[in-house]
């Protein structure tokens, strides 16, 4: 059932820009679905709005209009996201949200790594959340935010065993050179445009839904042991990006699932590489009942929007692999021994 109270905020939220300060992401509608799904209650969310909504920006509109036919015309250009986000609404209103999925995806599945991977989890969590609000502004976010991290030109080679391997491949022309800007998205791109980047990646098998099913579980298992042997910023999106990736692929036809992996495979290999491609951490002892509550209870305290969707993302994503790196990877994000 839907929260009302939720439901309420995420579409009074819609007047602020998915983006602030230059090109950070809004995360206000994504922590209170987080928060919400952590078990905090009216008073949590609105106090985070609150605290998080004076940073925030209005969102700006510009006389665009996104034509079905030209649909590709204006991807990437950030002043068209109100457009979009017109656009997409209309959609879901007349063809319902996996109809809308599948008949755009094939165009934004090149973009998934779009603003260091954040229209990919704005989208996740508006699915979660049930928001055709948040739907149709995750979809906008990732059509006016789109970056692809191929170009046309650009050819992967296959090989991969599996991603250990693909980026013990990596590990070795990388290790220790991180690279750093201003945004996700911008270190991404910079280890796409290193010389020995393409040459070192390999592509996994995915021609059949085994394949595709192992390379999910892949970065599921490898992206929480890198948040474990290397937390940072980046390392902590590739554990949440894994999150939302799942979340979308989800409700997607399956014919869409071995292009959307193979774009995730890429975007996930240079945010490797901008963290300094570091040895994944060693497989935590197994513990099939972990103590979720005193992660949860310094989540709905805390005022951190990372903290908060990193809490929630370890859960969820325990309760879909049953891994216990996800417990140790929220209790290292909380700071709790």
């Known amino acids: 059932m839907k929260n009302e109270h939720l439901a309420r905020l995420l579409d009074d939220g819609q007047h602020f820009s998915p983006s602030y300060g230059g090109g950070l992401s809004n995360h206000l509608p994504m922590t209170l679905i987080a928060l919400s799904a952590l078990g905090g209650d009216d008073a949590a969310r609105e106090a985070h709005v609150q605290r998080y909504a004076?940073?925030?920006e209005p969102l700006h509109e510009a006389d665009i209009h996104i034509d079905a036919a030209r649909f590709d015309r204006h991807l990437g250009d950030w002043s068209a996201h109100a457009a979009y986000r017109r656009f997409f609404s209309e959609a879901l209103t007349e063809h319902g949200t996996d109809a809308t999925l599948a008949a755009w995806w094939p165009e934004l599945a090149p973009g998934l790594a779009a603003a260091g991977f954040h229209g990919l989890i704005r989208l996740?969590?508006?699915l979660e959340a049930e928001s055709r609000t948040e739907i149709a502004t995750g979809l906008a976010y990732l059509a006016s935010a789109h970056t692809p991290l191929i170009d046309r030109a650009s050819s992967v080679a296959a090989g991969a065993a599996d991603l250990a391997?693909?980026?013990a491949e990596l590990r070795t022309a990388f290790a220790g050179n991180r690279i750093e800007a201003g945004l996700i998205i911008e270190?991404?791109?910079l280890a796409t445009e290193e010389p020995e980047f393409f040459p070192?990646?390999?592509?996994?098998r995915l021609e059949s839904a085994p394949d595709c099913?192992?390379?999910r579980a892949d970065f599921a298992r490898v992206s929480v042991r890198l948040y474990l042997a290397a937390p940072s910023f980046n390392s902590l999106h590739l554990v949440t990006g894994t999150h939302a990736l799942e979340s979308v692929m989800d409700r997607l036809p399956a014919a869409m699932h071995t292009r959307t992996l193979a774009h995730f495979w890429v975007a996930f290999c240079a945010a490797y590489v901008s963290i300094g491609a570091p040895e994944p951490a060693t497989a935590p002892a197994d513990d099939p009942a972990p103590d979720w509550q005193p992660c949860i209870a310094a989540a709905l305290k805390s005022p951190n929007d990372h903290l908060i969707k990193m809490v929630?993302?370890?859960k969820a994503q325990f309760a879909r692999h049953g891994d216990a790196a996800y417990a140790v990877a929220a209790k290292k994000v909380c700071g709790i021994p």
């Open 312 to 314: 929630h993302t370890c």
């Open 187 to 189: 270190e991404l791109r």
């Open 54 to 56: 004076k940073r925030l």
């Open 165 to 167: 391997g693909a980026l």
């Open 124 to 126: 996740a969590y508006g």
């Open 200 to 204: 070192h990646l390999k592509l996994p």
């Open 213 to 215: 099913s192992t390379v």
